[in-house]
Nanobody, 124 residues
Framework: VELVESGGGLARTGGSLKLSCVTS????????IAWFRQPLGKEREGVSC????????YYADSVKGRFFISKDYGEETSYLQMNNLKPEDTAVYYC??????????????????WGKGTLVAVVS
């Protein structure tokens, strides 16, 4: 299963970016899709998840109300819309697939497949 992220880049505080994650049809249909991030020198943390099959959304407290996850079946793409960005959002963002439904943002140990990541840098 391949996951390919795009959409990272440089943003100013208060700005917005939209990340995309394209994956194979099988994974997209049967897997919960999650976004994780890893700031430089820190551990990878879960940010958001859209659960299969009911599309329930889950968010980490740090991004709740600012980030929004979605899943487009037609394009086999998941999106992470990031609004009101803060410098502490700076990190490499990873897309992940977890087969099965989720009831919260998953842990890194629960992920079955990872993308290679895309860098988001937020400056003042």
């Amino acid at each position: 299963v391949e996951l390919v992220e795009s959409g990272g880049g440089l943003a100013r505080t208060g700005g917005s970016l939209k990340l995309s994650c394209v994956t194979s049809e099988l994974a997209f249909r049967d897997a919960s899709i999650a976004w994780f991030r890893q700031p430089l020198g820190k551990e990878r943390e879960g940010v958001s998840c859209v659960s299969a099959p009911d599309l329930t959304e889950y968010y980490a407290d740090s991004v709740k109300g600012r980030f929004f996850i979605s899943k487009d079946y037609g394009e086999e793409t998941s999106y992470l819309q990031m609004n009101n960005l803060k410098p502490e959002d700076t990190a490499v963002y990873y897309c992940a697939a977890i087969f099965g439904s989720q009831s919260r943002v998953p842990l890194t140990t629960e992920v079955h497949f990872w993308g290679k990541g895309t860098l988001v840098a937020v400056v003042s």
